[in-house]
């Protein structure tokens, strides 16, 4: 009763649970919308409400049921019609289809005659259509495969131009009309082959021409080198003839054959052979360039041909300019270089001549410039290792032929004869090395005695080597003695052979008279200030080389420097280029001269002085010596007498001029008060040496005699021309010094000390304080010797008394001086 009470008192809520239901129901029945989310609400929505949604879905169901139930009862007549009028039919078809049989089977049977014979007259009709067409195309293949027959001919001979020409005509005329057939396509196919073939066979042999012309590049340059040669002497034939006003001037190529009467004579004259001169065409076959060329243009591919020609001339074109390593030991290197390289710029030319294109002007040029380029650079390397002037000229000859047969190209070969300047300085330098050492050897066999001429040939002899004129010694009567050495004459007569030497460069270079004047002097200029004057300072300085010796070369040099005039007159009468020229460059030899007489006389005054400090070295004082000798020491007797020798080898000099005369006087002179000087010197060092502690006045004693000795040689005037007593003054520095020791005059030293007129104005404080304490400690060491003797006890001491007071004074004199 309570439920009842209250569904009756909710009937919006009972319909509100049908309607949901319902769209329930409904979305199930829908297969597109997904199931989970309908089910949940079922279960989620409030109590029992599976149950009566169950319920529900019951009640759908059977209202489904009954509706299908309907619609099924609705059209079940007419299916069961349907069936019955169906079944009827299949008697008839069955009918139909046997009487259908029937009639084929007897029309087949009626039909089978004709259709036989109908086959037969087909058949026929098709061979008779095929023979006709087979004949027709047999006219158009028969044409196609003559020509290819004709294109493996021309292969198998190698006309390869002649068959690119067929196979254009088979693509072009002949193919196209057959194209359609099989071994047409297997021909056209074969086709690009077959030029690929001929692309490598011709590519082939122009790299076999390649490899032969470069191997007759050499064979090549030769013989345009020979024919340039032959073109320089024909041309001196011809200025020959033209001075007789009589001559023929013939056509000249160097591509092509000469043959001229006047050359040939003038050729067998010269002593060359009158063979036949092949030219380039005739040397190399060019024939596969050509072919190469054709070919690779009918293939439309001759760029590809020229790009690939001239990367290869580019390779070997830097092969050729690689010279061997020791291409500079001999003119057969330098020869095959310069053949190698004329040989190919001349196949160059001639391909530039003979085919259209292939090698452009510019191209060459470019090769030309890089092959100068390397030239020149290799040029100044390998000359530079050379060291014998005649392969330097060989060099220079081959370099001006090289460039003549160049220039007859018309390749520029203004840097060439540039070059040569510079190979011109080489060539200077290794004729300098050749001549120091004939110098040399000029100088290690002279015996640096005067001549000696024994009849008037010998003189004349001489003098006709060298320019030698006195009129005082052409008086004389033989024999007689000119003043220079042998190696006078020598050295004059190599001067001229360097300048001839040096001349021969110049030849053929095309050089004004005023330039090779010029350079010849530059050149003697050089052997006179850097080789000859470096012989003379070497030997000057070579220990073995004497005083007499060096007195020699004072006198041999001045006779040098006299004739630099005549190798003047000797380059102007070569060059017939007047010395008044404003640019005319003087020779230098004054000042080379002047300079090795002044390093001899430097030497002399040196070997003096050695000598003297061998002497000095021999003497042994005993400086605690009681009393002198009361003679002078052997050594000093013994240096004397050689400086009085030595300086009669002055007073004797030839002085058949009053040259010789005053340079050997001047000479003498200044190495005597040279020689004085240094004995002064170092007998004073002697006396002051810092080893020595004590000094005896017995030792001072036997010194002063020395220093006496010393001064009566100088006083002995051994050269003529000292003035009073100019030599005595090298020794007052040791001759006041021992008159103050010996005299003891220390109260006058003391007393005049730094008066002008002092009698012993030349003793220094230091010197004299220096000398007085060493004499001080030896009279201290001869008291203690001598202390038994009790009579020496007191003027010992007195003296050692004065002494010490002496000491003072002179120590209070220099400090004095220091402050």
Known sequence: MAVSTRHRAEP????????????????????????????????????????????????????????????????????????????????????????????????????????????????????????????????????VLEMYSKLKEQLEVKRYYAALKTMEQLEKVYIPRVSQYRFCQIMAENLPRLREEIKEISMSDLKDFLESIRKHSDKVGETAMRQAQQHRTFNSAVAKQASTGHYSRPSYSLTQHTHNGQMDEEM??????????????????????????????????????????????????????????????????????????????????????????????????????????????????????????????????????????????????????????????????????????????????????????????????????????????????????????QSVPQIYSQVKEFIYASLKFSESLHRSSTEIDDMLRKSTNLLLTRILSSCLQNLIKKPHIGLTELVQIIINSTHLEQACRYLEEFITNITNVSPETVHTTRLYGLSTFKDARHAAEGEIYTKLNQKIDEFIQLADYDWGMAESDGRASGYLMDLINFLRSTFQVFTHLPNNNNDHASMSGKVAQTACMSACKHLSTSLMQMLLDSELKQVSMGAIQQFNLDVIQCE?????????????????????????????????????????????????????????????????????????????????????????????????QLRSLVNGMSS
């Open 12 to 143: 919006g809520a009972e319909d509100r649970e049908d309607s949901t239901f319902k769209n329930i129901c409904a979305e199930l029945e829908s297969v597109d919308l997904p199931l989970g989310t309908t089910l949940r609400s079922i279960y989620d929505d409030q109590a029992n409400a599976h149950n009566r949604f169950m319920e529900k879905l019951d009640t759908r169901i059977r209202n489904h049921d009954r509706e299908i139930e309907k619609m099924c009862n609705f059209h079940h007549q007419g299916f069961v019609d349907a069936i019955t009028e169906l079944l009827k039919v299949r008697a008839d078809a069955e009918k139909l289809m046997g009487q259908v049989r029937d009639t084929n089977r007897r029309l087949q049977e009626a039909g089978r005659e004709v259709t036989v014979q109908t086959e037969d007259v087909i058949r026929c009709r098709i061979q008779q259509r095929n023979m006709a067409t087979t004949v027709e195309k047999m006219q158009l293949c028969i044409p």
């Open 268 to 485: 067998e004259e010269d002593g060359e052979t009158d063979e036949e001169i092949l030219t380039a065409q005739e040397l190399v076959d060019f024939s596969p360039v050509y072919r190469c060329l054709h070919i690779y243009t009918v293939l439309g591919d001759r760029e590809t041909f020229e790009n690939y020609y001239r990367k290869q001339r580019k390779k070997q074109a830097r092969l050729v300019l690689q010279p061997q390593a020791n291409m500079h030991e001999t003119v057969e290197g330098y020869r095959r270089y310069f053949n190698q390289i004329v040989g190919f710029f001349v196949v160059e030319d001639h391909i530039l001549n003979a085919t259209q294109g292939l090698v452009t002007k510019a191209f060459t040029d470019e090769l030309w410039t890089m092959a100068l380029a390397k030239i020149i650079a290799v040029l100044r390397t390998h000359s530079s290792y050379c060291d014998d002037p005649d392969l330097v000229l060989e060099l220079k000859n081959l370099i001006v032929i090289f460039a003549d047969t160049l220039q007859g190209y018309g390749f520029p070969v203004t840097r060439l004869f540039d070059l040569l300047f510079e190979v011109r300085d080489q060539y200077n330098e290794t004729l300098l090395k050749k001549w120091a050492l004939v110098f040399r050897e000029i100088f290690e066999l002279d015996n640096y005695s005067p001549i000696p001429v024994e009849t008037e040939e010998e003189y004349k002899s001489v003098i006709s080597r060298f320019p030698f004129h006195d009129p005082e010694l052409e008086k004389q009567d033989f024999p007689k003695k000119l003043p220079m050495s």
């Open 712 to 808: 009566l040689f100088a006083s002995s005037e051994p050269v003529p021309g000292f003035q009073g007593d100019t030599l005595q003054l090298a020794f007052i520095d040791l001759r006041q010094l021992l008159d103050l020791f010996m005299v003891w005059d220390w109260s006058t030293y003391l007393a005049d000390y730094g008066q002008p007129n002092s009698k012993y104005l030349r003793v220094n404080p230091v010197t004299a304080l220096a000398l007085l304490e060493k004499v001080h400690r030896g009279m201290k060491d001869t008291g203690k010797k001598n202390n038994i003797f009790s009579q020496f006890r007191k003027n010992d001491r007195d003296k050692q008394k004065l002494i010490e007071t002496v000491v003072k």
